[in-house]
């Protein structure tokens, strides 16, 4: 794969086809000619748009033609999880299951937003069956394999979205996070990826897993790129009933306002245990140059873990109930499994659950009043190779997949803002760091990744294979 050209990044590519200096067609057939060339590799795309984005692109340009407005992201290649509904396509969710279903007559909210804003849909992107695992996997559609090295995973669920990201095809893409499927593919692909706070972004079209976890967000190559794809997300939209009635953030943050006079803290305890020494190298070198004063606690985390587990279980199987009844055999076996498993818990078992999570929401709550950002590993270890069923933690093997998500667990359980930022540290694999916020404050974590990004702590790195 050739080197990414450094304008690669959206707000240089929509600047551009702005002011006549590309077109937005010549964008759109440089990305598509990539993507021909090199997602064999990669297994990124399940579903590749050819002639509607080049049409999309033409009209573009000829809006541009004629003098009309140009949005912000004018001509600017994007893809989606294929969990996000797209009009006239069958929204598949990873699955064989949904195959037959009927086209989606309309977009998701989240890329409905994206396209009003000029960017152009290439496709429908790779991810775990039904968003439930940590690898993109998958049985039906193949394994999406690491830009990085591809005998490597790519994280999940969202692994499709980060690793076209990752590997220059688009940049920008949109994943979904329900335990942390947006941070731990960033991590692994060496991406930004950020989960907003729970209710912030309409997840009105994107097919669900867990209603009370799922979050969706973007992917990006650049802060900049992810803070404007974030901001043009944004808005009520009143067919989400978990999204929150809040106006949106009224412009896209000040990245070179920094985050001077804010509190920031290293994650202890859970966030520190198993975690591989180059996770924990990364950690701390982010909080050292947030000018972290101390290390927390978050006491329950563990147990919050747990019972974000059980939840997920119980309303991911009530979810599936009919059709395990009817089609249990077209599902991924480890997937239909883990569905089953959810069925058969106790009642009060997610009961517990739901106590536990007010317990360790208060428990936040009290620390975000003595600090304002919090920073912990996001994966316990870098891409892990695929197939690979175990990985040491603590001296003991230990399932891989499941373990991925360790650190971002407890923080999707309460919703809180994370967002993952790529270390760059030297290692042949990437591995990112969380960086935590009080609830609607997406505004600090992406001025704190930009001040990470221009002091060269953090950033994306170019590929070059073949």
Request: glycine share 10%.
């Amino acid at each position: 794969m050739n080197a990414l050209p450094a304008e690669h990044d959206a707000n240089t590519l929509a600047a551009q086809v702005r002011d006549g200096t590309r077109s937005a067609g010549d964008v759109v057939r440089d990305a598509l000619d990539r993507i021909r060339r090199h997602d064999a590799i990669l297994n990124c795309f399940t579903l590749l748009r050819e002639d509607e984005a080049l049409a999309e692109a033409d009209a573009v340009d000829r809006a541009i033609a004629r003098g009309q407005a140009a949005g912000p992201l004018s001509g600017v290649p994007f893809a989606v999880k294929n969990l996000f509904d797209v009009t006239g396509v069958t929204t598949i969710a990873g699955s064989s299951v949904l195959a037959g279903a009927p086209p989606a007559p309309r977009d998701a909210d989240a890329v409905a937003r994206l396209r009003r804003a000029g960017a152009v849909l290439l496709g429908c992107l790779n991810m775990d069956e039904f968003a439930y695992g940590f690898s993109t996997e998958n049985a039906h559609h193949g394994d999406t394999a690491n830009p990085h090295d591809p005998s490597r995973i790519a994280g999940g669920s969202s692994g499709g979205s980060a690793a076209a990201v990752a590997a220059g095809f688009v940049p920008l893409s949109l994943g979904s996070d329900t335990n942390g499927s947006i941070r731990v593919p960033a991590s692994l692909c060496g991406v930004y990826g950020l989960k907003p706070t729970f209710g912030r972004l309409s997840r009105r079209g994107a097919f669900p897993f867990v209603h009370s976890l799922d979050h969706v967000g973007p992917f990006a190559r650049t802060v900049r790129d992810l803070s404007l794809c974030y901001d043009l997300m944004q808005g009520s939209d009143p067919e989400d009933p978990a999204q929150a009635r809040r106006a949106p953030e009224p412009a896209t943050p000040d990245l070179e306002q920094g985050i001077d006079g804010s509190r920031v803290a290293l994650l202890g305890g859970w966030f520190r245990r198993g975690a591989s020494a180059q996770a924990l190298r990364a950690a701390d070198r982010v909080a050292a140059a947030l000018g972290a004063a101390e290390t927390v606690e978050l006491p329950d985390a563990e147990r919050a873990r747990s019972a974000a587990f059980c939840l997920t279980g119980a309303e991911g199987g009530a979810l599936h109930r009919d059709r395990l009844a009817t089609d249990m055999d077209r599902y991924d076996p480890a997937v239909r499994d883990r569905l089953l498993a959810g069925l058969l818990q106790p009642a009060g078992v997610a009961v517990e659950a739901q106590r536990l999570r007010s317990s360790f929401r208060a428990q936040a709550r009290d620390l975000f009043g003595r600090v304002d950002l919090l920073v912990a590993p996001a994966t316990p270890f870098p891409a892990v190779r695929r197939g690979q069923a175990t990985i040491e933690l603590d001296g003991q093997q230990v399932p891989a997949r499941a373990n991925m998500g360790l650190y971002t667990q407890p923080i999707s359980f309460i919703g809180l803002p994370a967002l993952s930022v790529p270390v760059l540290d030297g290692e042949d694999l990437p591995i990112g760091v969380q960086i935590i916020g009080r609830p609607w404050d997406e505004a600090l974590l992406l001025r704190a990744a930009s001040a990470l990004e221009r002091a060269g702590i953090v950033g994306c790195r170019t590929l070059n294979f073949r």
